[in-house]
C-alpha cells in the first residue's frame, strides 16, 4: 500500500498525509473530551500570571505526539531517533503536567534526548559547532514551553513551522522527501489540536506538547541541515517570532536580575493580549508574522549567500519593528491604567 502511495505525485502524497494527521490527532482529542479523561490526565487551573480564568485540560500532547512519533516511524524511518526522543520527552512531561517534577529533572531529560540526537547523528562539523546547535535546541525545547500561553499561539506556530519545513524539504536543491512527510504530519496534527486550541480554548497544549514540539522543530532543522537540505538559518527563520520573544524577555529578565525559569507574563504575546488585542487577533497577527517569514526562506534557498543574508538582515529588522510597537502600545496601556 505504501509503495503505491509514494508513486502520486509530492503534492498528493502531503495532502494525504496532512488530512490524516488532522483527523488522527482530532479524534483522539475529541474522545479524550467526551469521555471527560481529559480532565483526569491533566488540567490547568488559572492563576495570578494566567491569561485564562477557567480551569482547562491540558491533553494537546496526547493527539500531537501519538500522530507525529508514529507517522515518523511509518514514513521517515531514518528519523527514528527523533521519534524516541520525542516519546520520551512526552511522558517525562505528562508527568510534570499531572503531578510536577523538579527543574533539575526535566532539563535532565533535555539534555538526554537532544545530546543522543546529535551524537548518535553528528553532521560533519567540528564539535564545537556541534555543541552550540545541541545547546540551542535546548533552548529552543524550553522556550516552545514558555511561548504556550495564548489560545491558538503555540499551535499555529507548530502548524505554520512544520508546514514550511516541508516545503524547504521539498522545494530544495537537494530534497529530502522523508523529512517532508514527518514535518507534514506534525503540522497536521497541529492543525487537529488547533480545532480545540483556537480561541475560546477548550484543551491546551500541555508540557508534553510544547516540549515535544520544540524538540521535533530544533530535531528535525537539524536534520534538514545535517542533510544539505538548507542552511542553518533557515530553521532560526521559521520560528523567529518564538525566538525572538522568548530570547528578548529571557535578557531583560536576566538583566533584572529575576528568576527566568518562574512563571510571568511579560512575553510580547502576553503584553498583546493583556493590553486588549485578544487571544484571537494576537494569534492571527502571529500567524500573518510566521507565514511571511517562511515565504522569505523559502524564496531564499539556493541563492547567493549576499541575498540570504540581506533576507535575514530584513526579516530581524520588521521583528525589532514589531516588538517596539508592542511596547509602545503596552507602555500606553500601563500609562492609561495608572491614569484611571
Same mark, same amino acid.
Given at each position: 500500500?505504501?509503495?503505491? *502511495?509514494?508513486?502520486?505525485?509530492?503534492?498528493?502524497? *502531503?495532502?494525504?498525509?496532512?488530512?490524516?494527521? &488532522?483527523?488522527?490527532?482530532?479524534?483522539?482529542?475529541?474522545?479524550?473530551?467526551?469521555?471527560?479523561?481529559?480532565?483526569?490526565?491533566?488540567?490547568?487551573?488559572?492563576?495570578?500570571?494566567?491569561?485564562? &480564568?477557567? %480551569?482547562? %485540560?491540558?491533553?494537546?500532547?496526547?493527539?500531537?505526539?501519538?500522530?507525529?512519533?508514529?507517522?515518523?516511524?511509518?514514513?521517515?524511518?531514518?528519523?527514528?531517533?527523533?521519534?524516541?526522543?520525542?516519546?520520551?520527552?512526552?511522558?517525562?512531561?505528562?508527568?510534570?503536567?499531572?503531578? @510536577?517534577?523538579?527543574?533539575?529533572?526535566?532539563?535532565?531529560?533535555?539534555? *538526554?534526548?537532544?545530546?543522543?540526537?546529535?551524537?548518535?547523528?553528528?553532521?560533519?562539523?567540528?564539535?564545537?559547532?556541534?555543541?552550540?546547535?545541541?545547546?540551542?535546541?535546548?533552548?529552543?525545547?524550553?522556550?516552545?514551553?514558555?511561548?504556550?500561553?495564548?489560545?491558538?499561539?503555540?499551535?499555529?506556530?507548530?502548524?505554520?513551522?512544520?508546514?514550511?519545513?516541508?516545503?524547504?524539504?521539498?522545494?530544495?536543491?537537494? %530534497?529530502?522527501?522523508?523529512?517532508?512527510?514527518?514535518?507534514?504530519?506534525?503540522?497536521?496534527?497541529?492543525? =487537529?489540536?488547533?480545532?480545540?486550541?483556537?480561541?475560546?480554548?477548550?484543551?491546551?497544549?500541555?508540557?508534553?506538547?510544547?516540549?515535544?514540539? =520544540?524538540?521535533?522543530?530544533?530535531?528535525?532543522?537539524?536534520?534538514?541541515?545535517?542533510?544539505? &537540505?538548507? %542552511?542553518?538559518?533557515?530553521?532560526?527563520?521559521?520560528?523567529?517570532?518564538?525566538?525572538?520573544?522568548?530570547?528578548?524577555?529571557?535578557?531583560?529578565?536576566?538583566?533584572?536580575?529575576?528568576?527566568?525559569?518562574?512563571?510571568?507574563?511579560?512575553?510580547?504575546?502576553?503584553?498583546?493580549?493583556?493590553? @486588549?488585542?485578544?487571544?484571537?487577533?494576537?494569534?492571527?497577527?502571529?500567524?500573518?508574522?510566521?507565514?511571511?517569514?517562511?515565504?522569505?526562506?523559502?524564496?531564499?534557498?539556493?541563492?547567493? *549567500?549576499?541575498?540570504?543574508?540581506?533576507?535575514?538582515?530584513?526579516?530581524?529588522?520588521?521583528?525589532?519593528?514589531?516588538?517596539?510597537?508592542?511596547?509602545?502600545?503596552?507602555?500606553?496601556?500601563?500609562?492609561?491604567?495608572?491614569?484611571?
Amino acid at each position: 500500500m505504501l509503495t503505491q *502511495v509514494w508513486t502520486l505525485p509530492p503534492l498528493m502524497i *502531503v495532502t494525504l498525509i496532512a488530512l490524516g494527521a &488532522v483527523c488522527a490527532c482530532a479524534a483522539i482529542l475529541w474522545g479524550l473530551l467526551k469521555t471527560g479523561l481529559a480532565w483526569r490526565l491533566a488540567t490547568d487551573m488559572p492563576n495570578d500570571r494566567s491569561l485564562h &480564568v477557567t %480551569p482547562t %485540560p491540558r491533553v494537546g500532547g496526547w493527539g500531537i505526539v501519538p500522530v507525529a512519533v508514529v507517522a515518523t516511524l511509518l514514513l521517515a524511518p531514518s528519523l527514528w531517533c527523533a521519534a524516541a526522543a520525542t516519546t520520551l520527552l512526552a511522558a517525562v512531561s505528562q508527568i510534570d503536567d499531572r503531578r @510536577g517534577l523538579p527543574a533539575r529533572v526535566r532539563f535532565a531529560a533535555h539534555l *538526554v534526548a537532544v545530546v543522543g540526537f546529535v551524537a548518535l547523528f553528528p553532521a560533519a562539523a567540528p564539535w564545537w559547532v556541534l555543541a552550540v546547535l545541541a545547546f540551542l535546541m535546548i533552548w529552543l525545547v524550553n522556550l516552545y514551553n514558555f511561548m504556550d500561553g495564548a489560545d491558538g499561539l503555540a499551535g499555529g506556530m507548530a502548524l505554520f513551522g512544520f508546514a514550511g519545513y516541508a516545503a524547504g524539504a521539498l522545494l530544495s536543491d537537494h %530534497p529530502l522527501p522523508e523529512l517532508a512527510w514527518s514535518a507534514t504530519a506534525i503540522s497536521g496534527a497541529a492543525l =487537529g489540536f488547533l480545532l480545540f486550541n483556537f480561541h475560546p480554548a477548550r484543551i491546551f497544549l500541555g508540557d508534553a506538547g510544547s516540549i515535544s514540539l =520544540g524538540f521535533l522543530a530544533g530535531a528535525l532543522g537539524y536534520w534538514g541541515w545535517r542533510g544539505g &537540505v538548507w %542552511p542553518i538559518w533557515f530553521p532560526i527563520i521559521l520560528f523567529a517570532p518564538f525566538i525572538a520573544d522568548a530570547s528578548i524577555t529571557l535578557a531583560r529578565r536576566l538583566l533584572r536580575g529575576e528568576r527566568f525559569w518562574q512563571a510571568h507574563r511579560e512575553h510580547y504575546y502576553q503584553r498583546m493580549v493583556r493590553s @486588549g488585542i485578544g487571544h484571537a487577533k494576537t494569534a492571527l497577527t502571529w500567524y500573518v508574522l510566521m507565514v511571511a517569514g517562511i515565504m522569505l526562506a523559502i524564496c531564499a534557498l539556493g541563492r547567493s *549567500v549576499i541575498f540570504q543574508s540581506c533576507v535575514l538582515a530584513v526579516w530581524i529588522a520588521v521583528l525589532c519593528a514589531a516588538g517596539a510597537l508592542v511596547d509602545l502600545r503596552w507602555r500606553r496601556f500601563q500609562s492609561t491604567l495608572s491614569d484611571n
